[in-house]
Nanobody
Framework: QVRLVESGGGSVQTGGSLRLSCAAS????????MAWFRQAPGKDREGVAA????????YYADSVKGRFTISRDNAKSTLYLQMNSLKPEDTAMYSC?????????????????????WGQGTQVTVSS
């Protein structure tokens, strides 16, 4: 069983930065596609970024390209999301997700249904 715990959320002003962390516990010797999702009030959950834990391509939603960076420290079993140049529309609950896999797919990484492990989420609020 994989457990994911997010941290690092908070309140910032427009243009500020935050770094989210997602600590993973469980069978870390497996490989995973891991992703960050977010859900704003009244909106559907959307994929923000994803990566494969054994390296390779990273994937981003168009709305965050050039501002957000996803990364992973395998020694610490931790997934990160560095968020720069934050905007009010980035306000949401951010959750990390994982699925045991041999890679991430450019066509499906943002689909909620492929992930079977989810964290509880951490709130990000960006004020103007």
């Amino acid at each position: 069983q994989v457990r994911l715990v997010e941290s690092g959320g908070g309140s910032v002003q427009t243009g500020g930065s935050l770094r989210l962390s997602c600590a993973a516990s469980g069978p870390t010797y497996w490989s995973y596609c891991m992703a960050w999702f977010r859900q704003a009030p009244g909106k559907d959950r959307e994929g923000v970024a994803a990566l494969y834990t054994r390296g390779g391509s990273t994937y981003y939603a168009d709305s965050v390209k050039g501002r957000f960076t996803i990364s992973r420290d395998n020694a610490k079993s931790t997934l990160y999301l560095q968020m720069n140049s934050l905007k009010p529309e980035d306000t949401a609950m951010y959750s990390c997700a994982a699925v045991r896999a041999y890679g991430c797919s450019s066509g499906s990484w943002s689909s909620l249904g492929i992930y079977n492990y989810w964290g509880q989420g951490t709130q990000v609020t960006v004020s103007s």
